[in-house]
């Protein structure tokens, strides 16, 4: 992962920070928890871990329930993809 660049001042980029989760089934979405909003979770508290850094997470989720990573035509992957660029959003990573 890449830091934010130092403004200089000693205080921090702003980093908004996008989620992206994904499973290859459908099998649990129905779930009043599922898989999806665990990562959710589990990225959120991570970059909460890094508000100090000046990671800030943003509220649109890009949820693909039910979608292999062997192709890119993932409809909330497409989005985030145009967001990144459209908007210059930093990707994070992934857990």
């Not at 979770?41 to 039910?66: K, M, N, P």
């Amino acid at each position: 992962m890449t830091r934010p660049m130092s403004l200089g001042t000693g205080r921090h980029a702003r980093v908004r920070c996008a989620i992206y989760t994904r499973k290859s089934s459908e099998e649990g979405l129905e779930q009043e928890f599922n898989s999806l909003q665990a990562q959710r979770e589990a990225w959120e508290a991570f970059i909460t871990s890094q508000r100090h850094e000046g990671w800030v997470c943003l509220r649109t989720g890009y949820d693909d329930g039910g979608f292999s990573g062997a192709r890119m035509g993932r409809p909330a992957l497409q989005r985030l993809l145009a967001d990144i660029h459209g908007r210059a959003r930093r990707y994070c990573g992934r857990l």
